[in-house]
């Protein structure tokens, strides 16, 4: 089934700028949702970003205007550019996809990537 693999993860002063991207494996897999995830240890994780099969985009309010949610062409990876990064968005960020890999069906989880926003 899909595999997910994270990466662009990092320290960043407040105010600056880092991009995720998150890229599934297999060949013949296809997507139909996928989304950026965040978790702070001993917090839930919560939902950041969509992005729909049709390409329609959601936000959670906290991040509306500064991150972005996109995905490659053929759609087996997703990046989230993150801007204007404050304190608040230190977390370890997730991607989930879900979709059909050789017609079998998965919910699959990037192994994570910490994000530090901290002058």
């Known amino acids: 089934q899909g595999q997910l693999v994270e990466s662009g993860g990092g320290l960043v002063q407040p105010g600056g700028s880092l991009r995720l991207s998150c890229t599934v494996t297999?060949?013949?897999?296809?997507?139909?949702?996928s989304g950026w995830y965040r978790q702070v240890p001993g917090k839930q994780r919560d939902l950041v970003a969509t992005i729909g099969s049709d390409g329609r985009t959601s936000y959670t309010d906290s991040v509306k205007g500064r991150f972005t949610i996109s995905r490659a062409t053929d759609k087996n990876a997703i990046f989230l550019q993150m801007n204007s990064l404050k304190p608040d968005d230190t977390a370890i960020y997730y991607c989930n996809m879900k979709g059909y890999d050789a017609g079998v069906h998965f919910d699959a989880w990037g192994q994570g990537t910490q994000v530090t926003v901290s002058s």
């Open positions: 297999g060949n013949t897999v296809a997507i139909y949702s």
